[in-house]
């Protein structure tokens, strides 16, 4: 099962390396990630290039927003399923998407959802606030 995951960025050199190194260090392997930076001003792109990754496609151009960035991942992706990990978020462990696979798999749905943890800014470790998707 290929998985497909679109990142939208936009002059996100502060948080871009941790989101692709989260990617990278995923233990699945049949990984796509399509970047679509919306002509950013600052380092995004250098960065992206920079930070050892498993990025296949980056479009680096004008959007009409996150969406239309979405979007365009979205249309560009070749995955039997599609995710969205946006500029600023990260895998918080390295089995995220064998996990997703596994579930897929084993299960018969249509769609998953995980839990969301907001961290930190300056401490990327400190949880400051836990949404559950147990509740759904």
């Given at each position: 099962?290929?998985?497909?995951?679109?990142?939208?960025?936009?002059?996100?050199?502060?948080?871009?390396?941790?989101?692709?190194?989260?990617?990278?260090?995923?233990?699945?392997?049949?990984?796509?990630?399509?970047?679509?930076?919306?002509?950013?001003?600052?380092?995004?792109?250098?960065?992206?290039?920079?930070?050892?990754?498993?990025?296949?496609?980056?479009?680096?151009?004008?959007?009409?927003?996150?969406?239309?960035?979405?979007?365009?991942?979205?249309?560009?992706?070749?995955?039997?399923?599609?995710?969205?990990?946006?500029?600023?978020?990260?895998?918080?462990?390295?089995?995220?998407?064998?996990?997703?696979?596994d579930t897929?798999?084993?299960?018969?749905?249509?769609?998953?959802?995980?839990?969301?943890?907001?961290?930190?800014?300056?401490?990327?470790?400190?949880?400051?606030?836990?949404y559950s998707?147990?509740?759904?």
């Amino acid at each position: 099962m290929k998985i497909s995951i679109i990142t939208a960025t936009y002059n996100s050199e502060a948080h871009i390396a941790d989101c692709v190194r989260s990617v990278n260090s995923q233990t699945y392997d049949n990984i796509e990630h399509i970047i679509i930076d919306g002509a950013s001003k600052d380092n995004t792109v250098k960065i992206i290039e920079e930070t050892p990754n498993r990025v296949t496609k980056i479009v680096s151009e004008p959007d009409k927003g996150i969406y239309d960035a979405m979007n365009k991942g979205i249309r560009m992706a070749t995955g039997d399923v599609i995710g969205i990990l946006n500029s600023d978020d990260f895998f918080t462990s390295d089995d995220v998407i064998e996990t997703v696979v596994d579930t897929f798999k084993n299960n018969d749905i249509d769609a998953l959802y995980g839990d969301v943890h907001f961290v930190n800014p300056d401490d990327l470790t400190k949880s400051v606030r836990y949404y559950s998707s147990s509740i759904f």
